[in-house]
């Protein structure tokens, strides 16, 4: 497989079968996500709901791929085809852009598709140019992939740059109604998805998602708050600040990647290591890391604001060893068996205390600590 050498951190795939390679790497990969957050469940890691809420992120991460996979379908065939740019040394994605690019191709998806003839048209013109001038038929070939391309995107459903909040009912804690948020963005800083799962009491008189004053303002305060340089504590404490009748009872933040490969990303370390002696082939030649931060509240404590005003602010437990701004922080690591085996050869101290979910070649995934 063709390795890359040149040296900056975003590099462009401008050969069709590295990039198909690329696309079926992730294909695998966001197929093994949530089998372990249904594992997450199962040990009572995760509540239902938010297995739910984390699920259909993780489902919309492989729609975004399978969506990227057909626009550059034949990158480096044709000079139009365009060309997929990745991080290959900070995450293994698809740089930011690509997600905004893509989130502009779904606005003027009809567009492209009015303008395309349909799929069966292409195909009988396919057959028509292999039989009457026996050459293969690159161009309907691309137009058609293309045309899937939109298709994709118009079924919606894919995890987008901005994935604005969401809100499950969970029931009645006396007299708050008790909500679940959840939302996620993928971060330009760092070029990685990140998912937030918000638990939080409500005491307004209109519950949230009714109420056209509150509900508008909290997505709008959760998205500009969604940046992963900011501490799990700073996002709550803010938050249960603006909003004196939400009160947020525990915040968690999933960083799905980096994504490792030696045939696709620059890395050093440990993870290097393993991945060089494995010596696996295209499908298991990578390992994902995974990483979940949580906060959550201790106790509840009465505040005065203003004059004669008083508020209820959440008081929040957190590390006193690590300076993490979060009550935890757990390290999970997922990669196929042979990743796995050379990783235990090795046993590199920065991965005692990792957690190990390993995917066998059945496409079961069995959890090591």
Do not use: C
């Not at 995890?159 to 029931?171: M, Q």
């Not at 409500?202 to 959760?222: I, M, T, Y």
């Not at 994504?259 to 696709?264: D, G, H, P, R």
């Amino acid at each position: 497989m063709t390795r890359f050498d040149a040296p900056p951190d975003h590099v462009q795939i401008d050969d069709t079968r590295i990039a198909r390679r690329y696309f079926a790497k992730y294909d695998r990969i966001t197929g093994h996500l949530a089998q372990i957050a249904a594992q997450m469940e199962a040990e009572r890691v995760l509540m239902h709901a938010e297995v739910q809420a984390l699920g259909r992120h993780v489902v919309g991460l492989g729609l975004t791929f399978r969506a990227l996979a057909l626009k550059y379908h034949f990158s480096g065939r044709l000079p139009h085809a365009g060309k997929l740019t990745f991080d290959r040394v900070d995450s293994g994605f698809p740089v930011f852009a690509e997600l905004l690019n893509m989130a502009n191709d779904a606005a003027q998806a009809d567009r492209h598709l009015a303008g395309s003839r349909s799929e069966e048209a292409l195909k009988d013109d396919m057959v028509r140019t292999i039989l009457s001038e026996q050459v293969v038929p690159t161009h309907l070939q691309y137009a058609l992939s293309q045309r899937l391309y939109y298709l994709e995107l118009k079924k919606g459903g894919l995890f987008w740059a901005r994935n604005d909040p969401e809100v499950i009912w969970l029931g009645d804690q006396g007299n708050k109604r008790r909500y679940l948020l959840s939302w996620a963005v993928f971060d330009s800083q760092t070029n990685l998805p990140m998912v937030y799962l918000m638990e939080l009491l409500d005491s307004g008189r209109v519950g949230l998602p009714k109420d056209d004053r509150r509900w508008p303002a909290v997505q709008a305060q959760l998205m500009a708050q969604a940046v992963g340089g900011l501490k799990l504590v700073t996002i709550a404490t803010g938050f249960d600040k603006d909003f004196a009748d939400l009160h947020p009872v525990r915040l968690r933040r999933f960083h799905i990647g980096p994504m490792y490969s030696n045939a696709f990303t620059l890395q050093e370390g440990p993870i290097r290591d393993v991945l060089s002696k494995a010596m696996a082939g295209d499908g298991d030649d990578w390992a994902l890391a995974w990483t979940e931060e949580e906060l959550v509240a201790e106790r509840a404590e009465e505040v005065r604001t203003g004059w004669f005003g008083a508020a209820e602010r959440q008081i929040y437990a957190l590390d006193t060893v690590r300076d993490i701004g979060a009550t935890r922080m757990a390290r999970a690591i997922i990669l196929p068996e042979r990743p796995y085996q050379a990783l235990a050869e090795l046993d590199p101290p920065g991965f005692r205390g990792v957690r190990k979910f390993v995917v066998s070649p059945q496409g079961q995934v069995l959890s090591y600590t």
